[in-house]
């Protein structure tokens, strides 16, 4: 909670910081990384820092924690903080580099703002920066202490390498140390780390889309010709060199969007390579006998270039209470889907889909996508609280929705 003497300059000011956050994290990012580059060797992506993508996923949240503690004084916004929290701890951070954040961030604003960052000023963001970095400190320890400690990264071996689609592949994992597999649950991710051919690490997040005992599945999509930018270079390099026997460093599960308990319906709504976690939730409910009604949503630009559909189009078959509707942008003629899959052409439409009473909605695509689908989801009555969603990559849609 805000003193009320911050409360006030943060309100006051509110607007001018907001306005000048995009420079002050861009100065905050340049200056950081500028003094200290060892930081993108394994935690920083410099990817997102390229296309801009990471600083605005810093802006968006600062200013989101700031005016949740304004509208709402007594209550933590935990919704907001967990989800920087999870990816925060698939990526090792540790308390000391908020340390170093603050010191660099606290420089862009005296910079930016120049004669307008009073003491007042700066004390008061202070304040802000440090309620919401002791939040996020205290809910990695807690995760940390539930995944068995801080040391998050461990070896894992490709055993297995399987063609999905032209652009997508399956990488089957074992622990490479010979340790149990760790918990997850459907939904949850997993970090990998890769070196680059310069020798600089980087890290990128793909969800577990199946398991089988000690061994864990990812699926790997690379940009297609023509598409690539540096914030694919992970899944370019994975995509065109893991071969079994590869060793990967592979870091604890995370994620807070994961399959909840009870019998209500669900609806699993994605866009290319974001069936990934879609897979995981329907498996686990074929493997727990599961009689829930449950609806996929999927959209994809062709049969061929949809991954993981033949499982898909099994695990529905097999849960009792399962249909799906998949649209395709080309040659939806060709689909050849079983009886309990609806094949449409074109994108997502949910005006012929009834959504039960008491659903809960997963999303997970592009963000124009589940902006989308959100908004028609809750234009049908749909709750906002029942309507989750995964990103991979900087969440630039974080207290915007």
Same mark, same amino acid.
């Given at each position: ?6 409360? @006030? ?125 002791? @939040? ?34 399956? %990488? ?140 898909? !189009? ?69 709750? @906002? ?10 969440? %630039?849609?974080?207290?915007? !929705?």
């Amino acid at each position: 909670m805000l003193s009320t003497e911050s409360a @006030a300059t943060v309100r006051a000011t509110i607007p001018a910081v907001a306005g000048a956050l995009d420079d002050i994290t861009a100065r905050f990012y340049d200056t950081m990384l500028g003094e200290r580059p060892e930081l993108l060797d394994g935690l920083f992506n410099r990817g997102n820092q390229a296309s801009g993508e990471q600083r605005k996923a810093l802006a968006g949240s600062i200013a989101a924690f700031a005016t949740m503690l304004l509208e709402n004084p007594d209550e933590r916004p935990d919704a907001l903080l967990s989800r920087i929290a999870h990816k925060h701890v698939s990526l090792g951070i540790t308390e000391d580099q908020y340390v170093i954040v603050h010191k660099y961030l606290f420089g862009a604003i005296a910079h930016v703002l120049d004669d307008a960052a009073t003491p007042e000023v700066v004390a008061a963001w202070d304040e802000v920066y440090w309620l919401m970095a002791g @939040a996020l400190i205290a809910m990695e320890a807690g995760l940390y202490q539930r995944s068995g400690g801080r040391d998050v990264w461990r070896p894992w071996t490709v055993t297995e390498r399987r063609e999905q689609t032209a652009d997508a592949v399956t %990488l089957t994992l074992e622990p490479g140390d010979g340790g149990p597999a760790p918990d997850f649950r459907p939904g949850q991710y997993v970090s990998v780390r890769a070196q680059m051919p310069d020798g600089v690490h980087q890290a990128r997040q793909y969800s577990v889309s199946g398991w089988d005992g000690s061994r864990r599945l990812i699926t790997v999509k690379r940009l297609r010709a023509g598409e690539w930018n540096p914030a694919g270079e992970v899944s370019t390099l994975l995509h065109g060199t893991a071969t079994p026997g590869d060793t990967l460093m592979v870091s604890t599960p995370a994620g807070d969007v994961t399959l909840s308990d009870g019998d209500h319906p669900l609806v699993l709504v994605s866009a290319g390579i974001g069936c990934t976690p879609m897979a995981a939730m329907l498996r686990h409910l074929d493997e727990h006998g599961s009689d829930r009604r449950v609806i996929v949503l999927h959209a994809d630009r062709t049969p061929a270039d949809h991954a993981h559909r033949e499982e898909l !189009n099994e695990l529905i078959e097999r849960l009792p209470g399962a249909t799906a509707h998949v649209w395709y942008e080309q040659d939806h003629t060709e689909a050849g889907e079983p009886t309990d899959v609806t094949v449409r052409p074109g994108t997502v439409d949910l005006g012929p889909i009834e959504i039960p009473e008491g659903a809960e909605a997963y999303l997970c695509g592009p963000l124009p996508f589940m902006r989308g689908v959100r908004t028609g989801l809750l234009d049908g009555g749909l709750p @906002a609280r029942r309507v989750h969603y995964e990103v991979f990559g900087p969440d %630039l849609w974080l207290g915007q !929705n």
